[in-house]
Structures are given as C-alpha cells and as structure tokens.
C-alpha cells in the first residue's frame, strides 16, 4: 500500500493559481496512476485529472482542461496540480490517489490510496 500526504491548498482570487503537491512513501508508488479528485460538503467525488506511472499519458475533466496540468516526479515520489485561471467554482477540498495500475480511471472507487485532502476557496 501507498500513503499520500497532500498540501498546497490555499485562499486564491478568482483568476489566481494554486499548486497542490502530493508526497508518496511505501511500496512502489512510482508504478501508481495517480490522480486528483475534488469533493464538495455532502457530494460524491469528482474526477479532476489523472496520470499513468511513466507520467506519458495524462487525462482532464472538462471542467479544467486546459486550466489545471498534472504532473510527477517519479525520482521525489510526488505528483503535483498546478491550477491556474481558478474560478469561484473550484472551490472545494481536493484529494491525491492512488491505484496500482496503468490504467486511467475517472472514477474514484477504483482508486486504493488516499491523501487528507486539503482545501481551497476562490473568492474575490
């Protein structure tokens, strides 16, 4: 199994950026997809972006493409979301995951390893 511990969340002004980090530690995490999901109080989670374990192959909700990048440095164990051009609409709590496959998935149940999360409100 993979630990994850998230940070970066953070108050931005709408049009602000943010970049969240995620650490890895335990059994090979680089062989991981890793994603971000977000959630609001009360609702289920939502997909944000994912990437395989090479880092070649990357996939975004629609809500963020071309907003949000998700990236990974395999050497440092971590993944990263740089969100940028954020609207009042990406407030929420965001979550790193983790799954021991190749596999992209959009959905969270899938998903074996789970960071804190850590919150951010976008708000003028």
């Known amino acids: 199994q993979v630990q994850l511990v998230d940070s970066g969340g953070g108050s931005v002004q709408p049009g602000g950026s943010l970049t969240f980090s995620c650490a890895a530690s335990g059994r090979t995490p680089s062989s991981y997809t890793m994603a971000w999901f977000r959630q609001a109080p009360g609702k289920e989670y939502e997909f944000v972006a994912a990437i395989s374990p090479s880092g070649d192959t990357t996939h975004y909700a629609d809500s963020v493409k071309g907003r949000f990048t998700i990236s990974r440095d395999n050497a440092r164990n971590t993944v990263y979301l740089l969100m940028n051009m954020l609207k009042a609409e990406d407030t929420d709590v965001y979550f790193c995951?983790?799954?021991?496959?190749?596999?992209?998935?959009?959905?969270?149940?899938?998903?074996?390893?789970w960071g804190q999360g850590t919150q951010v409100t976008v708000s003028s």
């Open positions: 995951a983790g799954r021991p496959s190749s596999f992209l998935s959009t959905y969270a149940t899938v998903y074996t390893s």
